[in-house]
């Protein structure tokens, strides 16, 4: 039983700007059911996520990166960045990797009204086909996400098990690998980001977590579209 005092600081710590979990409290998870935050299995996979790609340096340098240990990873791409750097996001495809939608402008859905938030994913639909979906910053209000179950079911909410805290400028890149590598367990789905303010702590963790695990007997594999739901 968790008392009520930890449960009155673990969301105040959640909901102050730069301060997160690594891992995702139970409580969190309850509140957005629908949505997929691991994958059930008993194999030692890892599920890697890059999100607000397709960056034209950056994710070149992820999937050389993860091609030298054949590793397969799913991007949540930035529709906006599509546009931008279609090149890149084609070689994302080519690779064997899968993509989820990440909305076209990386709008904040506690700031954005239900209409407009689903119709910006609807537009990043249109360049970017995939059946997954995750909102930026985590941030979907129940109304949006129920509106987005019911207007768009193929849609699948994936969430994540553990945030590698890449884009915190102050953090440590040795910091950021050990608690990604301490909070790794079979099935976890696993946060960084193809971006310029990530990239100093992902270059970092990313080839140190890939060579440590895969010595460790884990393959890495991408989020299959219909995956199973983890209510
Ligand atoms: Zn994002």
Same mark, same amino acid.
Request: net charge positive; hydrophobic share 35%.
């Given at each position: ?41 008993? #194999? *030692?996979? /890892? ?5 607000? !790609?397709?960056?034209?340096?950056? &994710?070149? +340098? ?52 239900? #209409? *407009?938030? /689903? ?5 990043? !639909?249109?360049?970017?086909?995939? &059946?997954? +979906? ?55 789905? /696993? ?41």
């Amino acid at each position: 039983m968790i008392a009520p005092h930890f449960w009155r600081e673990s969301k105040a710590k959640f909901f102050k700007k730069d301060l997160f979990f690594v891992t995702t409290p139970w409580w969190l998870r309850k509140l957005f059911t629908g949505c997929v935050w691991d994958i059930k299995t008993r #194999e *030692k996979v /890892i599920y890697l996520s890059f999100d607000d !790609g397709p960056h034209p340096t950056i &994710t070149p +340098f992820v999937l050389n990166e993860l091609q030298k240990y054949n590793a397969k990873a799913t991007f949540f791409c930035i529709g906006d960045n599509v546009k931008k750097f279609p090149e890149t996001y084609k070689a994302v495809i080519e690779a064997g990797h899968a993509t989820g939608n990440h909305t076209m402008h990386h709008i904040n859905g506690w700031k954005t009204e239900d #209409e *407009k938030y /689903i119709e910006d994913i609807s537009e990043a !639909g249109k360049c970017i086909d995939s &059946t997954l +979906f995750r909102p930026p910053y985590g941030r979907i209000k129940n109304s949006q996400l129920r509106k987005l179950q019911s207007t768009q079911p193929k849609l699948q909410t994936i969430m994540w098990s553990v945030l590698a805290g890449d884009w915190i400028a102050t953090l440590a890149p040795q910091k950021c690998f050990q608690q990604v590598k301490n909070n790794v367990y079979p099935g976890c789905i /696993i946060v960084f980001h193809d971006s310029e303010k990530a990239n100093e702590r992902m270059s970092y963790a990313l080839p140190k977590l890939l060579e440590y695990f895969t010595a460790k007997g884990f393959t890495f594999k991408k989020i299959e579209e219909n995956t199973g739901e983890d209510i």
